[in-house]
């Protein structure tokens, strides 16, 4: 798995230990990519992947604020103070 990670990490498992400097880019073992404390760690976004930022960007944004050219397709009158010339 290929990684950035913000933060000094240090895991060591047996005799088997992974250290990951702050600003590390690079690829990390499959068996530590599914270690418990590097999910959390992509969890929290103190390592990211390539796998996250394409996650996050698929994700569609809701729009709840209608623009002006909406509100003249549905019927509904502007109120909004632009258009009022009292």
Same mark, same amino acid.
């Given at each position: 798995?290929?990684?950035?990670? $913000?933060?000094? #990490?240090?895991? =060591?498992?047996?005799?088997? %230990?992974?250290? #990951? =400097? !702050?600003?590390?880019?690079?690829?990390?073992?499959? !068996?530590?990519? /599914?270690?418990?404390?590097? =999910? *959390?760690?992509?969890?929290?976004?103190?390592?990211?992947? *390539?796998?996250?930022?394409? &996650?996050?960007? /698929? /994700?569609?944004?809701? &729009?709840? @604020? /209608? $623009?002006?050219? %909406?509100?003249? @397709?549905?019927?509904? &009158?502007?109120?909004?103070? @632009?258009?009022?010339?009292?």
């Amino acid at each position: 798995m290929f990684v950035h990670c $913000n933060k000094n #990490l240090h895991i =060591q498992e047996g005799t088997e %230990e992974l250290n #990951l =400097q !702050r600003g590390f880019i690079g690829a990390i073992d499959d !068996r530590w990519a /599914k270690h418990w404390f590097i =999910q *959390a760690a992509i969890s929290d976004g103190t390592i990211e992947t *390539a796998d996250v930022g394409e &996650k996050t960007a /698929k /994700k569609p944004s809701k &729009k709840t @604020d /209608k $623009n002006p050219e %909406e509100t003249a @397709d549905t019927g509904e &009158k502007d109120t909004s103070a @632009d258009g009022a010339t009292e």
